[in-house]
């Protein structure tokens, strides 16, 4: 049976997306604290499935080897995610290695989780890559976070502790937010005045 059938066609399912550091935390915190709704979030669901001795977890330490183990951890041989995400920063073929193996993965569970919740009207998804990893065919519309590439930065720089030149690196490894406009739904603009999201988000929730 194809995975996709175990959706719901009358359900909303909202796919939440926005560059790296555009306030996508900021606004599913406010639906979360605001709205009865559940939500998935593929970041959550990234960690879960590369958690010692998960297939992910296995795949991943096959590829990469014992150095991106974090040593400081004692109790179990976990992976050292900034370790790993610095690698995959800066190796395209490793990067694009580890998105072949965990889109999928990210997505199938995502569905199984949607499943559970076959029976409520409206789930949040929230999906940081959804573009890129081309989960448009399991949200039923998409909203956008609009930030300026300026902003962006900033709270990269102070979020991640990094140099600008990282930061702006980092912005631009993501499909543009221009070219993804074209293929959504809501613009939630987050530049300066959160209050302009909060009333979209208020109109259509």
Not at 123 to 144: G, N, R, Y
Request: one cysteine or more; glycine letters at 2%.
């Amino acid at each position: 049976m194809d995975i996709l059938q175990k959706l719901n066609n009358n359900q909303r399912r909202i796919g939440l997306t926005g560059g790296i550091a555009s306030g996508k935390s900021t606004i599913t915190n406010f639906i979360k604290e605001n709205k009865n709704i559940p939500i998935l979030d593929a970041d959550n669901f990234s960690r879960e499935l590369t958690e010692p001795n998960t297939y992910g977890y296995k795949k991943i330490l096959n590829y990469f080897g014992n150095k991106i183990i974090d040593h400081k951890n004692n109790s179990e041989r976990v992976i050292n995610r900034n370790l790993l995400r610095k690698i995959i920063f800066n190796n395209l073929e490793s990067r694009e290695w580890i998105e072949k193996l965990l889109h999928p993965l990210i997505k199938e569970k995502m569905i199984e989780e949607c499943s559970k919740y076959k029976n409520n009207q409206t789930i949040l998804l929230v999906i940081p890559l959804l573009f890129e990893a081309k989960f448009e065919d399991i949200c039923t519309e998409i909203w956008l976070v609009k930030c300026p590439k300026e902003l962006q930065k900033k709270r990269l720089i102070t979020r991640d502790k990094i140099s600008e030149k990282e930061a702006y690196e980092s912005i631009n490894l993501q499909i543009s937010f221009e070219e993804k406009r074209k293929f959504s739904d809501i613009i939630l603009d987050n530049s300066d005045d959160q209050n302009k999201w909060i009333k979209t988000i208020r109109e259509l929730l």
